[in-house]
């Protein structure tokens, strides 16, 4: 039995590389509330949150950049080399990240619950969890995502690999072990059946509907499932103007990084939106409306759903990147909430960081603050 009455919580880990939070995403689709728990503890190191004190008074200045920021690559690489001083980071932040878990899970109005934490096991995290999962993934797998996706080198990427414990000792302590080495197809396979067999009512796993949005009568916002693949790739092909033919299989790819809402005129897929909840931050990167249709009730019932959909998250900003022929209607952002705004003028650290990594050439970014608290400030 797990700390929350009434949640099922699933705790998720495994090594570096090993696909966590693809699996975590997966589960988001199917219906679960998903905390970064990884994420969180970055958030502990930034200026004015709780463990940037006691993480500079203990590690010294040599780990802040030039504005005054805890360079995270220079405290990897001085934690990962020294077992000790690990163990030192670790005690400073990972009682903050367990008070901001508490606080997330009491929180949502989820029932299902997926906790990602690197260090799970080894933590008390483990003991509030009512099932562990494991990724697992074959090391030469392993070591070339972190080369490609994360672009460390060579040296780091088997740093960060050796400092871990061996994969088939988190195994060993998992309920459910996914093998993430093979193609994402193979992936959602395993993640849906191990979700089915779940112990806890059908109820709690259907969750995941996102009530639509009623703005004009005809129109309908929903959530997109794989039944949706082929219509959302015609929809880009035919609006979204892509280097490349787009087939349903990479929007199938897609649905393990970001979800997506598609507009319904009469059955017929007539707009979308895609974005992907990380750290508290919506991000949507992803705007497409049939020009046949009339912009602004098209445009509300998207956006809206996107925002109630995030707000079960706990989200505290959104950010949307508009292209060109969109961003110039001011008058129906500004109704939404939207203001145009530069990464650089965001303020809080964790939303300027999303907003660089999410930047795609050719569109302007639209902020909106979802609700004032902020995580880690109660904390």
């Known amino acids: 039995m797990g700390k929350w009455t009434g949640k099922y919580v699933i705790g998720l880990t495994g090594n570096i590389g090993t696909g ?15 905390i970064d728990a990884d994420a969180l503890a970055r958030r502990v190191l930034e200026q004015g949150a709780p463990g940037y004190q006691p993480v500079v008074q203990t590690f010294g200045n040599y780990i802040l950049d030039e504005r005054g920021q805890i360079d995270r690559k220079r405290l990897g690489r001085l934690v990962f080399s020294d077992a000790a001083a690990l163990q030192q980071l670790e005690q400073i932040v990972h009682p903050y990240v367990l008070q901001a878990v508490d606080l ?50 060579a040296a780091d990427a088997r740093q960060r690999i050796d400092a871990q414990p061996p994969q088939e000792r988190k195994m060993a302590a998992a309920q459910v072990v996914i ?27 259907s969750t995941q509907a996102t009530r639509p949005a009623p703005i004009g009568s005809a129109l309908k916002a929903e959530r997109a499932t794989a039944r949706h693949a082929a219509a959302i790739a ?83 900003v959104s950010l949307i990147y508009v292209k060109r022929e969109l961003a110039g209607e001011l008058a129906i952002w500004r109704e939404l909430g939207y203001s145009q705004r530069d990464s650089g003028s965001l303020g ?32």
């Open 20 to 34: 966590k939070s693809v699996v975590r995403k997966m589960l988001e689709h199917l219906g679960a509330y998903g």
């Open 234 to 316: 015609a929809l880009i092909n035919r609006l979204g103007y892509p280097a490349a033919e787009v087939t349903p299989e990479d929007i199938l790819a897609e649905f393990g990084e970001k979800a997506f809402l598609v507009l319904m005129l009469d059955g017929v897929v007539s707009g979308l939106i895609g974005w992907q909840v990380e750290n508290l931050i919506a991000r949507t990167t992803d705007l497409l409306i049939d020009p046949k249709l009339p912009l602004k009730p098209s445009l509300t019932q998207l956006v809206t759903a996107m925002e109630r959909a995030s707000n079960e998250l706990l989200c505290e």
């Open 104 to 153: 997330l899970v009491q929180r949502s109005s989820r029932q299902v619950i997926v906790v990602e934490a690197i260090k799970l096991l080894e933590s008390n995290l483990k003991s509030w969890c009512d099932g562990i999962w494991v990724t697992y993934t074959k090391p030469e797998v392993q070591f070339a995502r972190l080369a490609e996706k994360r672009k460390m080198d």
């Open 179 to 205: 093998d993430n080495s093979g193609s994402l197809i193979e992936t959602w396979k395993q993640v849906t059946e191990a979700w089915q067999k779940m112990p806890v009512k059908d109820a709690v796993r």
């Open 348 to 379: 809080v650290l964790a939303w300027q960081e999303a907003a660089s990594e999410s930047r795609i050439p050719n569109t302007q970014l639209f902020f909106k603050q979802l609700r004032q608290d902020r995580i880690l400030r109660p904390i």
